[in-house]
Structure formats: structure tokens, C-alpha cells
């Protein structure tokens, strides 16, 4: 891919975070070769979308099983190109192999024609719904989670019947390129999913292609940027974009798993995760409990580059000086840290950070600060933590610790999903829909609304045969208004009895 685009003059190079190692070089792909790329995938959305749900099917199938089979290559690349450690590519692929059955098996269930109920007046017409692709579909991703969040898009799309030209992040550009070549390998068709290269100006490119629609996962500045640039053709969008989760911990939960679940949640990946614990509120009476647990978790996480490390680097250079500059602001407030310190961050590396009495107003709890950084809150009960947890305009996913009052908690923190006892559990189940609300976006991917964000609802109805007495029509007799006038009285105008 990268020899056939070489005589393009502007190029860049992918890196690797943890050794600055250069991994490949790219173009970075203009206005020209964007709006080919989407032309080409227009040209074969038609023969995808003739191959119906079955053949969708095992096209699809036959991609996961090539993935499956290449994971060592794969593992590895994304092990150089992002950073993290060799296990949590695994699990990211493992994710991702069974979000892919799941569109794989489950598109001709979820949008296959579904049979709409008549009403009286129009009981002489079938009904009907077809959930028919858009066409091409852009796809914009981040680079946190190189395989498993654009898939959460690329792959509910192609199922849907839709092309889908894909811009990764310029940060993992390698892993993008192995992934769609993986597809044109298995199914043997490079023009379905295609990959473009860039930085931003090639994302905005895609936003002005002319694509039928725009899955952007990514900060919420870029959403902005990406919603903007959409709205000149109308092209709708569907925005993933980042978050603040809360852990709620309440009185009767089981402590330890909730210390565990925090230090996990929050410091995997070292805490680039869109979904990552980033805020914990543990009520009063199980407060000091609970952070003793969690201190002597978090102590024994360690970050690096070789196979013994819990997390590897930051991958993106910038975040560390938001990292510093969260951990400056808390400190500048009065908190305190009891795991870390202001010395955390060793470019590449931040060490994990749990901090106490942070002010609500701190940056560490107001804004992504992606890193392995725990600010942990005390709350008076259950109903003041999810208040404290609700006052922030992010609300991409939640977890609550709990047992009693677990599902009144989760119910009413305001976010898309939420995880009872377990951290970012949502996401690992295909069957479910994932995305959020506030400044975390808007849209769903996975599942079958994600299935559903990728079709048009096309509605249809068939006369099945004509009434004596037609009342869609100039030619109605007089007494038809009169009776409907009746007939809608006794039908609708009596009041529910109480
Ligand atoms: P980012 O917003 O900097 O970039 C995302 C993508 O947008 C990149 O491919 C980038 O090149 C492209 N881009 C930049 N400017 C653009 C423009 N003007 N028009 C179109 N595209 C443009 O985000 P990032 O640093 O790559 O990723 C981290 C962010 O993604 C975090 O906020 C994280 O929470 C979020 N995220 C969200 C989810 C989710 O499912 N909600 C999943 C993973 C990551």
C-alpha cells in the first residue's frame, strides 16, 4: 500500500512510542486521493450489497478467521506502533474477532424486512420496513485502541450492506493498513474497505467526500470540527467521543473487587481508554476500606516497554503534558497523592498516580486526562456520589460497586452504558449498543442500533387491494367524512378510565 502511493510528495512516519523506532511511512492522502478512494468504494458497495446477508455473512466470517490466524503479526504490530503490552492487543483482538461474528450472524435478524402492523383506516395495505445501506460509509478512528474501536464502525457497517473507507489515526497508521488488506486478502475485494492515510486535513477530506455518513471516534474538539464539516452536505454523523466514567462504590460492595476493578479500569492501557475509570466516588462508611485496598493494588502496577509490564507508554507525546499538567493543577489544590507523585510522569512512561482530596473543580476531574491517574473522591451516600458523578458534561460509561441499590445507581447515572460490579463489561458484548451522551457524543455503534446506525429505514407499503370507498382521494363520497368523523369518536375519544 505504502510503495503504490509513494509518488505522492507529502508523507509521514509512523513511530513507535516506546523506542521512537520508525515502523513504515505513509502518504498522507489529500482531497484527490480521498474523493477516489470513496468513488472506488461506490463502484463495489453495489456487487457488496448484491451479495445479501448471506454472503455478507461469510465474507465477514472468512475476515475474522484470517485475523484470528494472523494474530501473532498483528499482536506484534500493534505492540510497536501503539505500545501497549502484547496481552492487551490480544484482548483487543479477541474483542474484536467476536464483535465480528456477531454483525457477521446477526445483520439479516436485526435488518431483514420486519413487518409493520396496519391501523383500521389503511387495513387494505401491507406494511413493511427495509433497513437498506447507505452506500460509503468514512470512518474516522483514534489510535488508543487501533483495532477494536474502528472495527466497533467498519465492521457493523460492511454488514449492513455498505463500503467503507476507513482514515485510522496518524499515530497508527500500520495497524489500519492491516487490517484492511487483511479484509481484501479474505474476502478478495480491495475496493470494499479501503484505508486512507493522514493527519487531520485527510479526516476533513473524508468529511467533504461526499460519504453517506461519518463514524468519527475521537475527542470531542475533533467531533466539532468533524460534525462542522459534515453539515455543509448534510452528512449525517455518528460521534464516539471521549469520557470522564465515574466508579461509584457504595456501602455493601464487595471492596476488594472494586479496588481491583478500579486499578484495572483506570490504569490499563495506561489509562488511554475512552472508558477508562478516570473518577471514583466511595461513600463515606466504606471510604478508608476501600482506598487501603486500593493503594496496595495500585502500588504494584508497573509501567514499561517489556514483556513483565502491566502498561506500556503514552502513545501520543502531547498527553503528557496534559497527564503533568492535571497532576500540577491538583497538587497547586490541596490534593494529595497516596500512590505516585508529582515525579509520575517519566516520558515515555507515567507511573500510576491515586489521588485524595481533589477538589471538584480540579482539572484531574473535569477533563480526559488519559493517563494512569485515580482521583478518589469521598461521597456522604449512594445519592451524593451519583450526584457528584452526574455534574460533569461527559457520560460515555459508568460503574457502580454495589449490591442493594446496584441497579437504581446504574440506572441513574447519566451516561450510555454502565457496569454492575465489573468494569467496561459493555463494550465486550456484541449484543449491546455503545456510545454516549452530553459531550461524549451521540450515535451507536455495536449491537443492532449499531447495525441500524448504518441503514436507511426505508418504509413501504403495498395495496393490497381498493376500498369501495377511497378516502385518500378527490373522488370520495359525501357520507365518508361524516362516518370517519363517527368512527374516530368511538375509536379514540373516550378518556382511559382512571
Ligand atoms: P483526535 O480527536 O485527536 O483524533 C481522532 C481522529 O480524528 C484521528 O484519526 C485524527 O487524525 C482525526 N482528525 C483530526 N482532526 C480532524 C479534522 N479536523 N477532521 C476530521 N478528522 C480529524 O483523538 P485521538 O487522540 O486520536 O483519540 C483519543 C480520543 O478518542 C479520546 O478523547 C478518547 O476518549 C476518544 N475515544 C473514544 C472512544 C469511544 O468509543 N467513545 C473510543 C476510543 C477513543
Request: neutral net charge; hydrophobic residues 45%; proline residues 7%.
Amino acid at each position: 500500500m505504502t510503495a503504490a502511493r509513494a509518488t505522492r510528495s507529502a508523507t509521514f512516519d509512523s513511530t513507535s512510542p516506546a523506542t521512537g523506532e520508525v515502523i513504515a511511512t505513509f502518504p498522507v492522502d489529500g482531497p484527490d486521493q480521498v474523493e477516489a478512494a470513496v468513488a472506488r468504494a461506490r463502484q463495489a458497495q453495489r456487487g457488496w450489497a448484491e451479495l445479501g446477508f448471506d454472503g455478507r455473512r461469510r465474507a465477514l466470517l472468512a475476515f475474522k478467521a484470517l485475523l484470528v490466524r494472523r494474530t501473532d503479526e498483528l499482536v506484534a504490530l500493534v505492540h510497536r506502533e501503539n505500545g501497549k503490552p502484547h496481552a492487551d492487543a490480544l484482548i483487543e483482538l479477541l474483542l474484536s474477532a467476536e464483535h465480528l461474528d456477531w454483525a457477521a450472524r446477526h445483520a439479516a435478524r436485526v435488518l431483514g424486512p420486519r413487518r409493520a402492523a396496519g391501523t383500521l383506516m389503511l387495513a387494505n395495505h401491507a406494511a413493511w420496513v427495509e433497513y437498506q445501506p447507505l452506500g460509503v460509509v468514512g470512518v474516522i478512528g483514534p489510535w488508543n485502541y487501533p483495532v477494536f474501536t474502528p472495527l466497533g464502525s467498519i465492521i457493523y457497517a460492511l454488514a449492513a450492506g455498505n463500503a467503507v473507507v476507513f482514515k485510522p489515526s496518524e499515530l497508527t497508521p500500520a495497524v489500519g493498513c492491516f487490517l484492511a488488506d487483511s479484509f481484501a486478502d479474505a474476502v478478495g475485494d480491495r475496493a470494499v474497505f479501503q484505508v486512507v492515510t493522514g493527519d487531520g486535513t485527510t479526516g476533513e477530506a473524508l468529511c467533504r467526500a461526499g460519504v453517506d455518513k461519518v463514524a468519527f471516534t475521537g475527542s470531542p474538539a475533533t467531533g466539532r470540527k468533524v460534525m462542522a464539516a459534515c453539515a455543509e452536505r448534510l452528512t449525517p454523523v455518528v460521534l464516539e467521543l471521549g469520557g470522564k466514567d465515574a466508579m461509584i462504590v457504595d456501602e455493601d460492595a464487595d471492596l476488594d473487587a472494586a479496588a481491583s476493578q478500579a486499578v484495572w479500569g483506570g490504569m490499563a492501557n495506561a489509562g488511554q481508554t475512552c472508558l477508562a475509570v478516570e473518577r471514583v466516588y466511595v461513600v463515606d462508611a466504606v471510604y478508608d476500606r476501600f482506598l487501603d485496598r486500593l493503594v496496595e493494588r495500585a502500588s504494584r502496577v508497573r509501567p514499561g516497554a517489556g514483556p513483565g509490564a502491566d502498561f506500556g507508554p503514552i502513545t501520543r507525546p502531547a498527553q503528557l503534558e496534559v497527564i503533568a499538567r492535571h497532576l500540577d493543577d491538583a497538587f497547586v489544590r490541596g490534593a494529595r497523592a497516596v500512590v505516585g507523585g508529582p515525579e509520575a510522569v517519566r516520558p515515555p512512561f507515567v507511573d500510576p498516580v491515586v489521588l485524595v482530596d481533589v477538589p471538584a473543580d480540579a482539572l484531574v476531574m473535569r477533563e480526559e486526562t488519559f493517563g494512569p491517574v485515580l482521583p478518589v473522591v469521598r461521597a456522604r451516600d449512594a445519592d451524593h456520589a451519583v450526584a457528584l458523578a452526574n455534574a460533569d458534561p461527559y457520560g460515555l460509561g459508568a460503574a457502580v460497586f454495589a449490591t442493594r441499590r446496584a441497579e437504581p445507581i446504574a440506572r441513574a447515572l447519566r451516561s450510555g452504558m454502565a457496569s454492575i460490579n465489573s468494569v467496561l463489561t459493555f463494550a465486550g458484548m456484541p449484543s449491546l449498543p455503545l456510545g454516549g451522551v452530553g459531550e461524549s457524543g451521540f450515535g451507536r455503534v455495536h449491537g443492532p442500533d449499531g447495525l441500524r446506525e448504518f441503514t436507511n429505514p426505508k418504509a413501504i407499503t403495498r395495496q393490497r387491494f381498493a376500498l369501495p370507498f377511497p378516502v385518500q382521494s378527490f373522488d370520495r363520497p359525501g357520507y365518508l367524512l361524516p362516518a370517519l368523523r363517527q368512527a374516530m369518536r368511538l375509536r379514540h375519544g373516550r378518556a382511559p378510565r382512571k
